[in-house]
């Protein structure tokens, strides 16, 4: 700090509190220590502070020191936005226009009155900064130097948000495509489950004999080839055995044997379906992982974690 300067701090009302306790004791004691220094410092400096914020409410909220907004508030000014001095407008954007095409040493730009009138009734939502922003895209980007309202128009924003970044919200591949895969097995496993059991009863209530059930064998299969995500051979009974008693009175015996059957009822467990397909995946590429995270959907650096994790090695 050098005595007798002026010291500007901008957004002082975003100051973290030790911030504001420190400024203050700054200001009430002229003294000040260097960073890696344990001198103390003397120092006779004016401060101009500057905000958005609504100081006095931020007070009240006890998000701002009360002795330092007073002790700040010797001089208060307040600067209209720049909507509420529209006649400033103008001259604001004639001498940015002249700073950029001096920097740039372009052509300097004239405004037409629709476009001045159209200056002067945007509402400005980011005030001076977004107006000179808006002069130096012209004086850059525009190749007419006569500019009209309608060729001014291309610079601002449809509304008043003045072109800000949208965020999209986008999923991350590492973490969640493994997920969804193994979430799509086993409520696709499960429907499939519903619609055989429901085939099944279907042939107990109707007395259908094997012919008729060996009719709907592509569905069958269908609902087994679906399982294996990751497109390999799976293998399905040809024929399924039924048991059907031929005497009539007896309480029907039906079983249907299949290996996958069972499989599937003993265990839906999301980390043992996990490790299968990744197991599935190595076998089908022959151990080449690059291959088998890309038969995955997913990246090279999570299978190798899912590896270890799972104790595949």
Same mark, same amino acid.
């Given at each position: 700090?050098?005595?007798?300067?002026?010291?500007?701090?901008?957004?002082?009302?975003?100051?973290?509190?030790?911030?504001?306790?420190?400024?203050?004791?700054?200001?009430?004691?002229?003294?000040?220590?260097?960073?890696?220094?344990?001198?103390?410092?003397?120092?006779?400096?004016?401060?101009?502070?500057?905000?958005?914020?609504?100081?006095?409410?931020?007070?009240?909220?006890?998000?701002?020191?009360?002795?330092?907004?007073?002790?700040?508030?010797?001089?208060?000014?307040?600067?209209?936005?720049?909507?509420?001095?529209? #006649? /400033?407008?103008?001259?604001?954007? %004639? !001498?940015?226009?002249? @700073?950029?095409?001096?920097?740039?040493?372009?052509?300097? $730009?004239?405004?037409?009155?629709?476009?001045?009138?159209?200056?002067?009734?945007?509402?400005?939502?980011?005030?001076?900064?977004?107006?000179?922003?808006?002069?130096?895209?012209?004086?850059?980007?525009?190749?007419?130097?006569?500019?009209?309202?309608?060729?001014?128009?291309?610079?601002?924003?449809?509304?008043?948000?003045?072109?800000?970044?949208?965020?999209?919200?986008?999923?991350?591949?590492?973490?969640?495509?493994?997920?969804?895969?193994?979430?799509?097995?086993?409520?696709?496993?499960?429907?499939?489950?519903?619609?055989?059991?429901?085939?099944?009863?279907?042939?107990?209530?109707?007395?259908?004999?094997?012919?008729?059930? #060996? /009719?709907?064998?592509?569905?069958? %299969? !269908?609902?087994?080839? @679906?399982?294996?995500?990751?497109?390999?051979?799976?293998? $399905?009974?040809?024929?399924?055995?039924?048991?059907?008693?031929?005497?009539?009175?007896?309480?029907?015996?039906?079983?249907?044997?299949?290996?996958?059957?069972?499989?599937?009822?003993?265990?839906?467990?999301?980390?043992?379906?996990?490790?299968?397909?990744?197991?599935?995946?190595?076998?089908?590429?022959?151990?080449?992982?690059?291959?088998?995270?890309?038969?995955?959907?997913?990246?090279?650096?999570?299978?190798?974690?899912?590896?270890?994790?799972?104790?595949?090695?």
């Amino acid at each position: 700090m050098v005595d007798g300067g002026t010291i500007f701090l901008d957004e002082v009302g975003e100051l973290p509190t030790g911030t504001q306790a420190r400024l203050l004791r700054v200001l009430e004691t002229g003294e000040y220590i260097r960073v890696g220094s344990s001198k103390v410092q003397k120092t006779n400096v004016r401060v101009i502070a500057a905000t958005n914020v609504d100081i006095y409410e931020a007070v009240q909220k006890g998000k701002f020191r009360e002795d330092l907004y007073y002790r700040l508030n010797t001089v208060p000014l307040r600067i209209p936005a720049l909507r509420e001095r529209k #006649e /400033d407008i103008y001259l604001l954007f %004639r !001498k940015f226009v002249a @700073d950029f095409t001096d920097k740039y040493r372009s052509p300097n $730009v004239q405004l037409t009155e629709d476009g001045q009138q159209l200056l002067a009734n945007f509402p400005w939502p980011g005030n001076v900064r977004q107006l000179k922003n808006i002069a130096e895209q012209i004086a850059v980007l525009e190749k007419e130097r006569v500019v009209n309202a309608q060729i001014l128009q291309n610079y601002l924003p449809a509304d008043n948000r003045s072109n800000l970044p949208v965020h999209v919200a986008q999923k991350s591949n590492d973490d969640f495509s493994e997920r969804d895969l193994l979430y799509k097995v086993l409520f696709d496993m499960k429907k499939d489950m519903v619609e055989l059991k429901k085939l099944v009863v279907e042939i107990i209530q109707n007395g259908i004999n094997s012919r008729t059930f #060996e /009719d709907n064998s592509p569905y069958i %299969r !269908k609902l087994y080839s @679906d399982v294996d995500n990751s497109q390999e051979q799976v293998s $399905v009974p040809s024929t399924l055995t039924i048991h059907h008693p031929q005497s009539t009175g007896q309480k029907e015996d039906f079983r249907i044997h299949t290996q996958e059957a069972e499989e599937i009822e003993e265990s839906l467990s999301l980390v043992e379906k996990e490790s299968d397909l990744i197991k599935k995946a190595l076998r089908k590429h022959k151990g080449k992982r690059k291959s088998a995270a890309q038969e995955l959907g997913i990246s090279e650096r999570t299978l190798y974690r899912k590896i270890k994790d799972l104790n595949l090695n």
